[in-house]
Structure formats: C-alpha cells, structure tokens
C-alpha cells in the first residue's frame, strides 16, 4: 500500500513538471474582450436597423443573418481560425461561432464533392448540437403541451 501512495506522489510530481501553465487571466481577458466586440457589433447591426423602421423582431432575426454571413465569410478566408486562437471561447459562444462551426467542415471538405465532403461533413461538428436542440425543444414543447 505504501508503494501506491509513493507512485502516486511521483506521477503528480511528474504531471505538475510535465504539463504546461496556462495564462487564465489573459484568456479570460482575451475571450471577453473579444466576445463583447462581436456582440457590441451585432447590437450596433440590430440598433442601426430598428432605427431604420424595423421591427424589434424582424432586426433581431435580419441582426442574426448578418452575423452569421459574416462569420462564414471570415470562416472562408481564414480569418475566424484565427480569431478562435487568439480569442478562444469569445469566438464560439456567440452565434458566430456556431455558423463557423458548420462552415469550416464544409469547407475543409468540399474537395470531396457537394453530397460527400461539403453535405456529409457540415454537420460534423454542429450535428450534436443541432440533435440535442431539436430534441430538447420536442420534449420542452411536450412537456408544455401536457401540461397546460
């Protein structure tokens, strides 16, 4: 049993030299700072369209198509993969992230044909959560159904 315990203290004293430190609060910093950009933006497309007669509606959904063409054509010249590794989860967690998430496959993969690489591929990453969205809405929607 003493022998596990001294394994033990000399693997954890191994990993602590072995694994990399990691800079917390300059990523934070960075994927805040970098987050809040791209979301000041996507206020700025959704203030400058209300304020051009539309609807609060109808400019949060004109906002999000915006945002996400933008994204896919950062995601086209190779612009958002180095967005997402200066900013890390600042580019992702907002819907710019996800359109790139669907973009970038499809475009790594359009060698491969339409129906092969870019249709096959798309959803590569994104499917998962495409999935758990629809089926977490069914079962909301369920739930609300019944309920009511």
């Not at 596990?4 to 203290?9: D, G, I, L, R, S």
Request: hydrophobic share 50%; aromatic share 8%; proline share 3%.
């Amino acid at each position: 049993m003493e022998q596990t315990e001294a394994n033990k203290q000399v693997y954890n004293e191994m990993v602590k030299v072995a694994s990399p430190g990691s800079a917390v609060v300059t990523n934070s910093l960075k994927a805040f700072f970098v987050g809040g950009v791209i979301c000041a933006i996507g206020q700025t497309i959704h203030n400058w369209l209300m304020s051009a007669g539309l609807a609060r509606e109808d400019s949060g959904t004109i906002t999000a198509a915006i945002l996400v063409v933008l994204a896919i054509l950062l995601t086209a010249l190779g612009l958002y993969e180095k967005l997402g590794k200066f900013a890390g989860a600042g580019s992702i967690v907002p819907i710019t992230g996800f359109a790139n998430a669907i973009a970038a496959p499809a475009i790594e993969h359009k060698k491969e044909g339409l129906v092969v690489g870019v249709g096959a591929k798309m959803f590569l990453i994104a499917g998962p959560v495409i999935v758990y969205g629809t089926l977490t809405s069914v079962a909301v929607g369920l739930v609300y159904y019944f309920v009511r």
